[in-house]
DNA sequence: TTAAAATTAGGACATTTGTCCTAAAATATA
DNA sequence: TATATTTTAGGACAAATGTCCTAATTTTAA
């Protein structure tokens, strides 16, 4: 594998597990095993490595949700995908939070440049989720339940991390698919 | 002012924008207007200050509580207080998210000795809902309901901070107050 | 007024940070 | 094989970090 893509990994995954500030070029270049120097010719600045990684996550993001959409066989199973994440990464939320919105919180309070391409991966589950909720029937309002079930999802994986309850997954999940159902029902009459 | 408490009470307000990990004593020193090795006075390490601020945080959200609890004429109101932080403190959430969950996350992907008190401000409004849940005549699953508020007020709270949209807090809390209004009429049937 | 205590300023300290340079090594090309 | 290009290691650099010491100043108490 490419030294360039290692690198990129191992940031990836250092971002997520202790954030991007919390860490330094010193780590990442521990677990690449490379020289701290050798940084330089693959990327100039910390920013650069950032930006490479948050783009790593958009098209792994792009394909999830291609998968999602190719394996779904109605809107509401598609929903439903997106929606299981919590458990499907209950492990990795539990211990580090959602990737997306510990980012994007972390990024805004750095006033960091790159709080607007973090965005974009919020922006990606939106666009993706409003289309799910148009298939679905609920054209006048897609964008308003798109921006609930992600809100949702947001509050599940934070609460998640900070008490570390299975049952509260597993119940939130639960409630959040009763209501998916219920709005696949509303489409029907 | 005692300078104890004006360090603590910019410290409380420098964690909450830009986070713990990026503020340094000289960010603190500069606000409060002393110099740098004065600190070591008052507080041995950065930790200090922070479970000072985190006792604050504390003390000053039990009062806060305890008005809710005054103010408010029934159960219902009282959860409705809460919901109706989201709006209150709208311009802030906006600016920097939930001054809860933001700490308990960074301090989580920290590794950091005081996550276990900065979750004790979660745990304050847990306890404090499913005593407003169970005086609803949920009894049975109070706490439940109180995670599940405290959960969507978070998920809010996120998707508020990435998106700065007004109207979408403004919908996500009025549907919570619905929701808050249905359990009430379940109570009283 | 004088002595004691509390508070402050200023700087030393080792360490770590991101950034950047250069010479050596590895790889590819002729 | 000989040359050119890519990739690497190691370290220099200034700035910033948290921590800690000491002498001066301010405040309090006798």
Known sequence: MKTQTKIIEAADQLFYEHGFEATSFAHIAEVVNISRGNFYYHFKTKDEILDAVILARLTRTESMLDQWEIEGDSA???????????????????????????????????????????NKLFTLFRVWLKRQFETLGHNENADQLAMHLLGRSQGVASLT????????????????????????LKQIH
Chains 1, 2 share one sequence.
């Not at 439903?80 to 939070?97: A, E, R």
Request: a negative charge; one cysteine or more; proline letters at 1%.
């Open 76 to 118: 509401a199973d598609r929903i439903k995908s997106f929606i299981k994440i919590l458990i499907v990464n209950q492990t990795k939320i539990m211990k580090f939070g959602c990737p997306v919105g510990t980012l994007s919180a972390e990024l805004i309070k750095l006033d960091h440049n790159a709080q607007d391409d973090a």
């Open 161 to 184: 991390n900070a008490f570390k309850d299975e049952s509260y997954v597993q119940s939130e999940v639960n409630q959040m698919c009763d209501w998916v159902d219920q709005l696949t």
